[in-house]
């Protein structure tokens, strides 16, 4: 079974360019991710989608960021402009929501290998 | 608001020494645990977990962690690494509910030398 696909790789852009980042999630799963891994960092939650929707981008800079999850399959995340601070490495995740009795639920997720942008 | 402390951003050891990282994490509420696993230029890939149940958990390639609610405290060990195991490692700490919203500690790596 593939895992998670992410395009590009890399990235390198100049500053105030805009980018995008393409994520296919596995076959079947409902929920996809977007995380942010800066140098040193752990990730960190941009936006969450289940199906079609986006159910949590608290997190996300809306001013400059930007995501659609057409069809509830594959997702884009753009920047425009991009900023120095940019840099990072942007993973995406999918899962399989899993649900326990009593309404807690568990979903492992699975992340892509990254796509690491360098804006100079 | 939930936050995850790993304390040790490097580890060296030696191959077929014992190791353990450490973990710990803050929450008011019952939480979900789990410890992924970094390879340079990958995505993360999870190594085990704790949901329920008893408090040793035990995932792949010979890893293990032990829950401890009274001190917070979820380490990740191994008897003896290999060069292999040389990684950036997360423990990470996910609330239930309806969120499943994983939040990242900031990583140790774990450095075996010959």
């Known amino acids: 079974e593939a895992g998670v696909v992410q395009s590009p790789r890399y990235k390198i852009i100049e500053k105030k360019q805009p980018v995008a980042f393409w994520c296919n999630p596995i076959s079947g799963h409902n929920t996809l991710y977007w995380y942010r891994q800066n140098l040193g960092q752990g990730p960190e939650l941009l936006i969450r989608y289940e199906n079609e929707e986006a159910v949590d981008d608290s997190q996300l800079p809306k001013d400059r960021f930007s995501a659609e999850r057409l069809k509830g399959v594959d997702s884009t995340l753009k920047i425009q402009p991009a900023e120095l601070g940019d840099s990072a490495v942007y993973l995406c995740a999918s899962s399989l929501d899993q649900w326990f009795s009593g309404g807690n639920s568990y979903n492992e997720q699975f992340f892509g290998p990254g796509t690491r942008l360098t804006v100079l | 608001a939930q936050s995850v402390t790993q304390l040790d951003s490097q580890v060296p050891v030696f191959e077929e020494a014992p190791v353990e990282l450490r973990c710990n994490y803050s929450?008011?509420?019952?939480?979900?645990l789990f410890w992924y696993v970094q390879y340079p230029n990958q995505g993360l890939q999870l190594l085990l977990k704790y949901l329920s149940g008893s408090t040793l958990v035990k995932g792949i390639n010979g890893f293990e962690a032990e829950f401890n609610k009274s001190q917070t405290s979820f380490h990740l060990r191994k008897p003896s690494v290999h060069i292999s195991d040389t990684a950036e490692y997360f423990c990470?700490?996910?609330?239930?509910?309806?969120?499943?919203?994983?939040?990242f500690g900031t990583g140790t790596l774990l450095a075996v030398q010959p």
């Open positions: 929450s008011s509420v019952s939480v979900y």
């Open positions: 990470a700490v996910s609330v239930g509910g309806a969120t499943n919203k994983l939040i």
